[in-house]
């Protein structure tokens, strides 16, 4: 398998009512971001075009939460509280997966880049765009 050949991941919550799956390569590119929710959640950001996410299950067991500008959506399971994706303030037409919430089975590794997201606007251009 090449570096950039993409697989299919499964990942969810805790409790497993919300299951996903997400295509992307077995050698994760991820961010740390260190802003106020982020840090507070202990999230990995694996970000993705929409086309490359699919939510298996549980839509009815999410809530949404948004702060500050309103923009981004954070989905929590409503039964055992975890954010496993969102849809990013940064990238409004992807998902930001938790890669914490990834099944490890198809993970060869991961590469993990701080991103300093409590100065969010100084710093946005140092994340990657999406492709469609």
């Known amino acids: 398998m090449s570096e950039s050949e993409f697989v299919t991941h499964e990942g969810g919550c805790h409790c497993g009512r919300v299951r996903f799956e ?35 299950s549980g839509e009815e067991d999410l809530t949404t939460y948004r702060f500050n500008t309103g923009t ?27 890669a914490r919430c990834l ?5 060869r590794s991961r590469k993990i880049t701080p991103f300093d997201g409590s100065e969010w606007e100084a710093h946005i251009g140092e994340l990657p765009t999406l492709e469609d």
């Not at 997400?22 to 694996?46: F, K, M, Q, T, W």
């Not at 099944?103 to 993970?107: L, V």
Request: net charge neutral; hydrophobic share 35%; glycine share 4%.
């Open 22 to 56: 997400v295509e992307a390569p077995a050698d994760l590119e991820l961010h740390e971001c260190n802003c106020s929710i982020c840090s507070r959640v202990g999230y990995l950001h694996l970000t993705v075009a929409r086309s490359n996410f699919r939510l298996l």
């Open 72 to 98: 981004a959506q954070h989905f929590f399971c409503s039964a055992c509280g975890v954010k496993s994706f969102y849809i990013p303030r940064s990238h409004p037409n992807g998902y930001s997966v938790n």
């Open 103 to 107: 099944d490890p089975e198809k993970i």
